[in-house]
């Protein structure tokens, strides 16, 4: 059975920072395409950063310089380093597992208020 699960979500005031992180069971990890994903109330679901099973990462326009994503295939875990974060990254984020098949985890919500 294929499981995603994400963890480190929380409530952070602006310029805060958080570390999420998504471990995979039941898939060989390392030929993954990894990737991030948020969605906020009454939006659509977006790519925040991906990275491929070479490592090769690309992010959206508006986390570049902020956010980094990383993967350690030893653990099955890929990593989302958010720093200075902003109110509009408030949102539920998703890990996605892509290969032959594609696998999403559960969410972790992501609040940045004061």
């Known amino acids: 059975q294929v499981q995603l699960v994400e963890s480190g979500g929380g409530l952070v005031q602006p310029g805060g920072s958080l570390r999420l992180s998504c471990t995979a069971s039941?898939?060989?990890?390392?030929?993954?395409?990894m990737g991030w994903y948020r969605q906020a109330p009454g939006k659509q679901r977006e790519v925040v950063a991906s990275i491929t099973s070479g490592g090769v990462t690309n992010y959206r326009d508006s986390v570049k310089g902020r956010f980094t994503i990383s993967r350690d295939n030893a653990e099955n875990t890929v990593y989302l380093q958010m720093n200075s974060l902003k109110p509009e990254d408030t949102a539920v984020y998703y890990c996605r597992a892509r290969s032959a098949a594609d696998y999403w985890g559960q969410g972790t919500q992501v609040t940045v208020s004061s």
């Open positions: 039941g898939i060989m990890f390392s030929i993954y395409f």
